[in-house]
């Protein structure tokens, strides 16, 4: 409460001292930039409590209890492997693309986590241009079969 006080008081201050630049300074040229300087000059003082704000939510994982750092842990342990296998069937298509000359201008893989943590693949989507399509769905068919999941061809 006492830093709310000493918080107000310095407002106050700030606000006589400006009002009192602003009075003294002339009304034309350099008078409006000391007007600009004071207004900030006191939007400052006013915001000046939110900066120490950020001083008090630091938190230290360790302070946290065990059951939230696992959770925590496990998480991150999940988007790993989401990253992981997201990264290696885009390879996959890739190079099963790139084995019949053909480049992907966007493969999409959208994939979830089972009720038991397992990660799975929902449907990849592979962006091609109109004139490879035919040879696209022919990839998509093999990598379809290959992840057992539904492989979808598109074009832009």
Same mark, same amino acid.
């Given at each position: 409460?006492?830093? &709310?006080? !000493?918080?107000?008081? !310095? ?14 300074? #002339? ?10 300087? @004071?207004? @900030? $000059? ?13 001083? $008090? ?7 946290? #209890? #065990?059951?939230?750092? !696992?959770?925590?842990?496990?998480? +991150? ?16 298509? %890739? ?11 966007? &493969? ?10 397992? &990660? ?6 592979? @962006? ?6 035919? &040879? ?9 079969? %290959?992840?057992? +999941? +539904? ?6």
């Amino acid at each position: 409460m006492d830093g &709310i006080r !000493a918080w107000s008081a !310095a407002l106050c201050v700030a606000a006589l001292g400006c009002s009192a630049v602003a009075l003294l300074a #002339p009304k034309n040229g350099t008078g409006k930039l000391f007007r600009l300087i @004071t207004a @900030t $000059f006191f939007i400052c003082c006013m915001l000046m409590p939110l900066l120490k704000v950020r001083s $008090f939510v630091s938190l230290d994982i360790g302070d946290l #209890p #065990p059951a939230v750092k !696992a959770e925590l842990l496990e998480d +991150t342990v999940t988007r790993q492997l989401q990253t992981q296998v997201e990264e290696t069937v885009i390879a996959l298509a %890739e190079e099963g693309l790139a084995a019949r000359g053909i480049t992907a201008k966007k &493969i999409t893989v959208t994939m979830d986590t089972s009720a038991d943590g397992g &990660i799975y693949i929902q449907q990849v989507t592979i @962006t091609v241009d109109k004139q490879t399509v035919p &040879i696209a769905k022919a990839v998509g068919e093999v990598l379809a079969e %290959e992840l057992k +999941t +539904t492989v979808t061809v598109q074009t832009r």
